[in-house]
């Protein structure tokens, strides 16, 4: 139930318009309407910086300017108020440019009765509010996705920090002392007998626990930075996947051109893409390439394998989605920056992620 009038401002520079106008709002019987008439592009400006109007009906005709130019002025100065393209001819490309420009609704003067500018006002203030809404929706889910990127990356940080302090040192210790026992016994007794095996046994855990939170932080991050990790990584990916050429240019870039905090994130996204990779591409080759061009930093990870079709990969609707591609996307774009994956049946994979700086 409408409690209080809905404010309407009119931008239209003809005296003989305002007065039309007015009385099409005033023969509108189910809603009331407060006008307020602004007589010139400038003094419309002026209006809309006050943001107090529910609606705003716009002239395309406006002296020397016209009513798209003022649109995009307030699309530019984030105005939220909806508008209606008020137009005295019938101009087809007009409608589309005022709809491409963000205008809410397009009316013909000659054309307009009072049902119709009723409906058109009702409209535009719903779709807006409905638009205002998802905005704020998905503001809320951004701010979700990042709180939850920096809580994941704190957990593994805290978990990584407790495998390599307690359980990392405890088997290390134990390993440390079935030696030290081994060292003061004859080898052929049962309980050396007993005990030798545990050596290899203890080494392998110890090796275990070491990838595990190498993988979950690598300390070298924080300790050489991101050019050392990414070199050690692909040696390490090297190793665990021999049928994989990877080949790694970094060449050009210093340590420095990387802001502090993209290393992260571009380590994650490596870490995610040539895992893919290895899961799922039966690439022989990858190439990596860290590169910094005129006001930009460009990671870019190539295979050469069966490639597959992001958009079904990507597609809410598919079961099988995983979060890999989309937490790569999704910590490229809350970084500053962009990602595309590039990829087609049989013609490999690129992802590239793009920072300005
Ligand atoms: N480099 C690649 N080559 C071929 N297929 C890929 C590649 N990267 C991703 N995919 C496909 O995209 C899907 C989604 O990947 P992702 O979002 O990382 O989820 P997950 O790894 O959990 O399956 C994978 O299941 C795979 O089918
Ligand atoms: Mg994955």
Redesign the pocket.
């Known amino acids: 139930m409408q409690t209080r009038p809905l404010r309407v401002l009119l931008i239209e520079d003809d005296q003989d318009d305002y007065i039309l106008v007015s009385s099409l709002l005033s023969e509108i019987s189910s809603t009331s309407y407060e006008i307020e008439w602004a007589p010139s592009y400038e003094s419309g400006l002026e209006e809309i910086d006050r943001d107090s109007y529910d609606i705003c009906l716009l002239d395309y005709r406006l002296g020397s300017h016209n009513g798209l130019e003022l649109l995009h002025r307030m699309i530019e100065q984030g105005c939220r108020i909806p508008v209606i393209l008020l137009t005295g001819q019938g101009d087809y490309s007009v409608d589309l440019e005022a709809m491409k420009s963000g205008a809410s609704d397009y009316l013909v003067k000659g054309q307009i009765n009072p049902p119709l500018l009723e409906r058109s006002i009702r409209y535009s203030i719903e779709r807006r509010r409905a638009e205002d809404a998802l905005r704020a929706s998905e503001k809320q889910l951004r701010l979700l996705s990042s709180q939850l990127l920096k809580y994941q990356e704190s957990e593994r940080k805290r978990v990584a920090s407790e495998l390599h302090d307690d359980l990392g040192q405890i088997l290390t210790a134990v390993k440390f002392s079935i030696e030290n026992a081994l060292n003061h016994m004859e080898s052929d007794t049962p309980i050396s007998k007993t005990l030798q095996p545990l050596i290899p046994t203890l080494q392998h855990a110890i090796e275990e626990v070491r990838r595990i939170y190498t993988h979950l932080r690598p300390s070298l991050l924080d300790d050489l930075g991101i050019l050392a990790t990414i070199g050690w990584f692909c040696r390490e990916f090297h190793r665990l996947h021999d049928n994989i050429e990877i080949s790694l240019d970094t060449g050009k870039i210093k340590e420095s051109d990387v802001p502090e905090p993209l290393k992260l994130v571009i380590y994650r996204i490596m870490q ?2 040539l ?3 290895a ?3 039966s ?1 022989d080759t990858v190439w990596l390439t860290l590169e910094r061009s005129e006001g930009s930093l460009m990671l870019t990870i190539r ?1 050469n ?4 079709d ?1 958009e079904e ?2 597609s809410v609707a598919n079961p ?9 996307q999704e910590r490229a774009e809350l970084s500053g920056g962009s990602l595309t994956i590039d ?1 087609g049946n049989g013609g490999g ?1 690129t ?1 590239k992620a793009h920072w300005p700086c």
């Open positions: 995610e893409a895992d893919n990779t899961k799922f591409s690439a295979d394998g069966i490639g597959f992001p990969a990507l099988k989605r995983g979060l890999g591609l989309a937490s790569m990829s994979t992802i």
